[in-house]
């Protein structure tokens, strides 16, 4: 859409979107049985990038924000990287490594003051629902939460102060310093567990 969710045109057929990343005019999008699709062009055409991932049902991509030829994947099992802008991908770890039963969402946070991006993964688990990594995914640190990840964790941080992580757990949770820390911020919210959570572009702290 072109015209704020006015109309929309149709561009990828018969493929289930699981999660989009922005980087300019680049999109890369995980797909749930196709892989990893790639955009060049704002999203007008698009290439099915999967070499080297074997088990093509992806639940999250993340272009990193220090280098967009580096891409960050998750299946449900395992987290892979491109170094090329999409056109290969390696394994770089397991669940098993990462200490979670599942992998559920990844992001990258916006650039900070120091020119480093943090990297945010939600996993399910009984316990330590969220990790980041401060070396792209090669190391992981774990935070045990008040409440547990059996549903798994969705995290959204804001563009205009990087130290602001929402998690949406089994309530919302709120970090103030990156990742590091967290407690409850769900006053107001009555009935299920959060969802989702999702930044006013317009207005950074809607």
């Not at 080297?52 to 891409?71: C, M, Y």
């Not at 969220?130 to 059996?150: H, K, Q, V």
């Not at 006053?187 to 999702?198: D, K, L, P």
Request: net charge negative; hydrophobic share 35%.
């Amino acid at each position: 859409s072109d015209d704020l969710g006015e109309s929309w045109t149709q561009v990828l057929k018969d493929v289930v979107c699981k999660q989009l990343d922005v980087d300019g005019e680049r999109i890369v999008a995980a797909c749930d049985s196709d892989g990893i699709y790639i955009s060049n062009d704002g999203g007008m055409t698009w290439t099915n990038n999967c070499k080297g991932i074997e088990k093509k049902v992806i639940l999250a991509a993340t272009f990193d924000p220090e280098n967009s030829e580096h891409i960050l994947a998750i299946s449900k099992d395992e987290l892979f990287e491109s170094v090329d802008g999409g056109d290969s991908w390696s394994l770089l770890c397991d669940r098993d490594f990462i200490k979670a039963n599942y992998l559920s969402n990844l992001l990258y946070g916006p650039v900070d003051k120091d020119g480093h991006s943090r990297l945010y993964l939600g996993v399910y688990s009984g316990e330590f629902a969220i990790r980041y990594s401060d070396d792209n995914g090669r190391t992981w640190n774990l935070f045990e939460a008040p409440t547990r990840g059996y549903l798994g964790c969705m995290l959204s941080i804001s563009e205009a102060n990087p130290d602001r992580v929402y998690a949406t757990i089994d309530s919302l949770m709120i970090s103030t310093d990156r990742g590091d820390t967290y407690e409850p911020s769900h006053y107001g919210i009555v009935g299920a567990r959060t969802s989702f959570f999702e930044f006013d572009e317009n207005n950074p702290s809607n």
